[in-house]
C-alpha cells in the first residue's frame, strides 16, 4: 500500500488546531456574554509587536476598575496593523471582564468574533474534508 495518505495527515492535524483555536476563542466569548460585567475603561497605551515580514501590529491596553475596587490593566488578545480614533490611547472604551479573572476580557469594537469563526470554520471544512478524503480512499481500496 501505497504511504501518499500520510501526507492527508497535515491538512487533518492542521484543521484540528484550527476548529480548537476558532472554538476556544468562541466559547470563551459566549462565556463573557453570559457571566462577564461591562464596564468603561481607557486605553492607557499599545503594546507594538513586529511581524515576520516587517508589519507592526498594535494590542491595546486596556484599564479599568472592577465591581470590587481592583484596579486593572491588561493588553487584548488581538492586534491590529492600524489603531482608529476609537481605540486610541487615552479613549474612553466598554470592556466587558470574568469577574473571578479580569485578565479575561474583551474590547467592544475591537475584539475579532470574526478571526474566531474563521478559524473554526476553515478548521471545520479542513478536518472533514480530510477526513472523507481519507475514509473514501480506505473504502475504495482494491481487495
Known amino acids: 500500500m501505497e504511504r501518499a495518505w500520510l501526507f492527508s495527515l497535515i491538512p487533518l492535524v492542521l484543521g484540528t488546531v484550527f476548529l480548537a483555536f476558532g472554538t476556544y476563542g468562541l466559547r470563551r466569548t459566549a462565556a463573557l456574554r453570559r457571566t462577564g460585567v461591562t ?13 515576520d515580514e516587517g508589519a507592526r501590529y498594535h494590542f491595546p491596553v486596556a484599564a479599568w476598575t472592577t465591581a470590587d475596587g481592583r484596579a486593572c490593566a491588561y493588553e487584548s488578545r488581538f492586534g491590529r496593523g492600524s489603531v482608529g480614533p476609537g481605540a486610541a490611547v487615552g479613549a474612553t472604551v ?23 469563526l474563521l478559524f473554526a470554520g476553515l478548521g471545520a471544512l479542513l478536518t472533514t474534508g480530510t477526513l472523507v478524503a481519507v475514509l473514501v480512499r480506505f473504502l475504495t481500496l482494491p481487495g
Open 94 to 116: 466598554l470592556v466587558r471582564y470574568d469577574p473571578r479573572d479580569p485578565s479575561r476580557f474583551t474590547i467592544q469594537g475591537w475584539e475579532g468574533k470574526g478571526v474566531d
Open 39 to 51: 464596564t468603561t475603561a481607557r486605553i492607557v497605551h499599545h503594546a507594538v509587536r513586529t511581524g
